[in-house]
């Protein structure tokens, strides 16, 4: 399956947005998506500030640290856009298992060969709706979400509507 990274990351970049250093959000400072402590691991060394990251600096951290271990690679087109999301935005463990839990699956974190054949024999509109229903549920499940709910469902929905018209789109 041809790697539909790029066009994923400039979605997913649109979702999160530029800097923000919000007083609620447990993230702290956060700018394309990327938190202070996310990206000092990836770096290796303290920084002053996120302020001047840019799409080329994070790109490479986008693959490895969720795009990969999220399996988008071997996910149809539409549904890797949202667990990529997803991934992102609450860790690449609890995105694939809630997208196990959609269909069914034993929620291990693990795309191995049973949760493959129950996405391949899964029509994808169908899959990223309900993968899209799992999102709001956890979210909703928050105790951050009078804070941050609104816009959290915001994405989600406008995500849903980006996925079902990359699935139908090849």
């Known amino acids: 399956m041809a790697s539909n990274f790029k066009e994923c990351l400039d979605l997913v970049l649109q979702s999160e947005g530029g800097w923000v250093n919000h007083k609620d959000d447990p993230g702290g400072e956060t700018n394309l998506g990327v938190t202070k402590r996310v990206w000092e691991e990836y770096v290796g060394h303290p920084v002053e500030s996120l302020k001047k990251l840019t799409k080329d600096d994070v790109a490479p951290l986008y693959e490895l ?11 149809p087109r539409g549904l890797d856009f ?9 860790g690449p463990g609890r995105s694939v298992k809630l997208l196990q839990q959609s ?3 034993v929620p291990d974190g693990v ?3 049973r949760t ?5 024999a899964s029509n994808s509109a169908n899959l990223i709706a309900k993968f899209s229903e799992t999102r709001r549920e956890y979210y909703k ?5 009078p804070i941050f709910g609104k816009g959290w469902i ?7 509507a980006e996925a079902l018209d990359m699935a139908k789109n090849g």
Not at 154 to 160: F, G, K, L
């Open 154 to 160: 915001a994405r989600v929905d406008r995500e849903e």
């Open 116 to 120: 493959r054949e129950l996405i391949s």
């Open 82 to 90: 949202v667990v990529f999301s997803m991934g992102v935005n609450a």
């Open 103 to 105: 269909i069914g699956c």
């Open 65 to 75: 640290k969720y795009w990969r271990p999220c399996y988008c690679e071997v996910l």
């Open 141 to 145: 499940s928050l105790k951050t979400f």
């Open 111 to 113: 795309i191995g060969p």
